[in-house]
């Protein structure tokens, strides 16, 4: 199967300061997503991306977070100035399929704000 | 999204059929059944999806009642690397998924 890669695969930050996670697709998409999953809890949608824009956000997904594909490969999300509940596992997912509905997961990146 | 039922837990040995329930009696009709699974914190992993009819790919075995009210997701052989959390997930087509607590599924020698 076709996969996405993440980097980096840890990233410890202090508090109210700005992290960026990247998204690395194999080869073209379309369609990809960012899932959050805090320690012991269920993997929660954060928000999708479809040619280059915005598509849905979950109400996690406030003005602190941002996403972009700034050089039409990387798939970028940021947090401007984190909080320690930003603490979780980060998954980028990539659409698959003629509407992108199978998603596909990449290994994640764990965020640890302190 | 319709909610969904799965029992928390499953046991199953090496090289026997695991057979994951889930209840989905408020599903609609224009809904589709997705399984996933999470290996230990690992990104979860696409397994199968389906509308109405039974579903079989190189993974697994989707099994969808005529009422569409519950299915089964069957791996017909598993192994250790089987042992993960099992989501079953209803939908329309769009492209966010709920994750519920899944089914946490150990596959025992």
């Known amino acids: 199967e076709p996969e996405v890669t993440q980097t980096p695969s840890h990233q410890v930050t202090q508090m109210g300061q700005e992290v960026i996670l990247r998204c690395v697709p194999i080869?073209?998409?379309?369609?990809f997503y960012w899932y959050r999953q805090i320690l012991g809890q269920k993997v929660e949608f954060l928000v999708s991306f479809y040619n280059n824009e915005i598509s849905e956000k979950s109400e996690i997904f406030d003005d602190q977070f941002s996403v972009e594909r700034p050089d039409g490969s990387n798939f970028t999300l940021k947090i401007r100035s984190t909080k320690l509940e930003d603490s979780a596992m980060y998954f980028c997912?990539?659409?698959?399929?003629?509407?992108?509905?199978?998603?596909?997961f990449g290994p994640g990146t764990r965020l640890t704000v302190t | 999204d319709a909610k969904t039922t799965q029992p928390p837990s499953m046991d199953c040995a090496e090289g026997r059929a695991a057979n994951l329930p889930c209840n989905h009696s408020t599903i609609s009709g224009n809904e589709y059944v997705y399984w996933y699974r999470q290996i230990h914190s690992q990104g979860p992993q696409y397994i199968i999806h389906?509308?109405?009819n039974n579903e079989t790919n190189e993974m697994a075995s989707l099994i969808i009642t005529e009422d569409r009210k519950s299915s089964t997701l069957i791996l017909p052989h598993a192994t250790l690397r089987d042992t993960a959390v099992y989501y079953c997930i209803v939908r329309v087509e769009v492209r966010t998924f709920t994750f519920g607590k899944g089914t946490m599924l150990l596959v025992s020698p």
């Open positions: 997912a990539r659409g698959w399929g003629p509407q992108g509905y199978e998603q596909y």
């Open positions: 389906g509308l109405k």
């Open positions: 080869s073209n998409h379309l369609y």
